[in-house]
């Protein structure tokens, strides 16, 4: 049976880490693997608590056609309708999605465009939420990524690898964020606390930091 599994995990201090993990096969026999990752002191990317960047994505305002603003194969306009700055100083929560949905080669990447699509349709009257593409020129690439540009916002937002998810508050304090693909159901889940929270705190209030990965 293939899957995706996660854990959580505490550091103790700052460095080079590495895991060993043991892998059952149908045959009863074992795989082991062994990969090497660093764990810095802070994180670059916006952590929980802290304020979400106002960063100006491009929106469908800026461009000729969705083609501009995605790799997928048929974007939701839904999503490129406002930009981070925008969002964030609406005073509503905030789904954002740092992905390339064509150039998704592993399980960990997954369909998280489509995840996000699903909820905005659910929750489109109570949160924004936004689709930024890896790459600045998706519809130049064609499959070709030697002719790809990242995204500036990247760098400002200090994301290091393929997809990130946030969920900001409606004070713009982010909420909780996921490295790599995330399911529908907890995406759903650390959305849900943020909107709770707002209900309970009242009008123009909304608090509450979830957990983070």
Same mark, same amino acid.
């Given at each position: ?31 082991? @693997?062994?990969? +090497?990752? $660093? ?6 990317? *916006? &952590? #929980?608590?802290?304020? %979400? !960047? ?33 969002? @964030?100083?609406? +005073?509503? $929560? ?6 390339? *949905? &064509? #150039?998704?080669?592993? %399980? !960990? ?105």
């Amino acid at each position: 049976m293939r899957g995706i599994h996660s854990i959580e995990l505490t550091f103790d201090r700052a460095g080079a880490w590495g895991l060993e993990v043991s892998l059952p096969r149908s045959d009863g026999s074992t795989v082991q @693997i062994s990969f +090497s990752f $660093p764990v810095r002191e802070q994180t670059r990317a *916006p &952590a #929980v608590g802290q304020p %979400a !960047l106002r960063s100006h994505s491009r929106t469908l305002r800026d461009v000729d056609s969705l083609a501009e603003l995605s790799t997928g194969r048929e974007p939701e306009p839904a999503l490129y309708e406002l930009s981070l700055s925008e969002a @964030i100083v609406q +005073s509503r $929560p905030l789904v954002v999605v740092f992905a390339s *949905p &064509a #150039v998704c080669t592993n %399980a !960990l990447c997954g369909p998280q465009v489509e995840v996000l699509s699903e909820l905005a349709a659910r929750y489109g009257e109570r949160a924004n939420f936004i689709h930024i593409d890896l790459y600045e020129n998706p519809h130049e690439i064609r499959g070709d990524l030697d002719r790809a540009v990242w995204t500036p916002i990247l760098a400002e937002w200090g994301l290091e690898t393929d997809e990130w998810i946030f969920v900001v508050d409606a004070r713009g304090i982010v909420a909780a964020r996921f490295e790599a693909f995330v399911t529908r159901e907890e995406l759903e889940a650390a959305l849900l606390r943020v909107l709770e929270a707002g209900v309970a705190d009242g009008p123009g209030q909304p608090a509450g930091v979830s957990s983070q990965r």
